[in-house]
């Protein structure tokens, strides 16, 4: 199977000699010229790796690493940034909001794909956040109570791993619905009681991991207290 890549870059010319190289190379490629353009096609299309412009219009090079790699879904894609030298200073800014690793331009063909092929065989750490026997990695998106997959909903993974993310924390409905699916989301208490009763039964013998905590709302525990 072919390896996907998205290629932010808004210099025509570098974009299509990439794009022309990796193609040849064997890689499927998706372009973006853009910040919002190729955030955006970066989350529909998960690829295995991003390349990414410093300088670019919308949203710059820096600001799309440090959302992809805050966002556990795409956090897992190894982001390789490309910059001008005069940029350098950047560069120490980009590692440090992720990026895997970055090239300056220019740079050659071979040089570019030698680290497309390192970063792809670097293994992804795992994010995996486990309570008891229940495991959840935000990454592959599952969810597995004593190594068995079990089946939840999109807003009921969010929802666990809003509380597993802080164990202990007793959060309200209203806390929790926010953590799990953003500020925006307006809150009904008794659809945020719905979900807590199917996340339960989906957790089996592992159900109390998620406490009401009274007069609060829930909590994820490790103790049956
Ligand atoms: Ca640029």
């Given at each position: 199977m072919?390896h996907?890549?998205?290629?932010?870059?808004?210099?025509?010319d570098?974009?299509?000699?990439?794009?022309?190289n990796l193609?040849r190379?064997?890689?499927e490629v998706?372009l973006?010229?853009?910040g919002?353009d190729?955030m955006?096609?970066?989350r529909?299309?998960?690829p295995?790796l991003?390349l990414?412009d410093?300088?670019?219009p919308?949203?710059?090079?820096?600001q799309?690493?440090k959302?992809l790699?805050?966002?556990?879904?795409?956090?897992g894609?190894?982001?390789?940034?490309?910059?001008a030298?005069?940029?350098?200073t950047d560069?120490?800014?980009?590692?440090?909001?992720?990026?895997?690793?970055?090239i300056?331009?220019?740079f050659?063909?071979?040089?570019?794909l030698?680290r497309?092929q390192?970063a792809?065989?670097?293994?992804?750490?795992s994010?995996?956040?486990?309570?008891?026997?229940?495991?959840?990695?935000?990454?592959?998106?599952?969810c597995?109570?004593?190594?068995?997959t079990?089946?939840l909903?999109t807003?009921?993974?969010?929802?666990?791993?809003?509380?597993?993310?802080?164990?202990?924390?007793a959060?309200s409905?209203?806390?929790?619905?926010h953590?799990a699916?953003?500020e925006q989301?307006?809150?009904?208490d008794?659809?945020?009681?719905?979900?807590?009763?199917?996340?339960?039964?989906?957790?089996?013998?592992?159900?109390?991991?998620?406490?009401?905590?009274?007069?609060?709302?829930?909590?994820?525990?490790?103790?049956?207290?």
């Open positions: 072919s996907h890549l998205v290629c932010i870059e808004d210099e025509e570098i974009q299509e000699i990439i794009a022309f193609e190379a064997g890689f998706s973006a010229d853009n919002t190729g955006e096609l970066v529909t299309a998960m295995d991003v990414l410093v300088m670019l919308g949203l710059n090079g820096m799309v690493c959302q790699k805050a966002d556990d879904k795409t956090a894609i190894p982001v390789i940034m490309l910059s030298r005069s940029e350098e560069i120490v800014k980009g590692l440090t909001d992720g990026a895997d690793d970055y300056t331009k220019p050659s063909q071979a040089e570019l030698a497309i390192v792809l065989r670097r293994k992804p750490q994010k995996a956040l486990c309570v008891k026997q229940v495991c959840l990695d935000p990454e592959l998106f599952t597995k109570v004593a190594n068995e079990i089946k909903t807003t009921e993974f969010k929802l666990l791993q809003a509380m597993m993310k802080q164990p202990g924390r959060f409905r209203e806390q929790l619905m953590a699916l953003g989301t307006e809150v009904v008794r659809n945020v009681d719905v979900h807590i009763r199917a996340i339960r039964k989906a957790l089996g013998d592992d159900h109390n991991i998620i406490q009401t905590v009274r007069g609060i709302g829930y909590r994820c525990c490790a103790n049956d207290s």
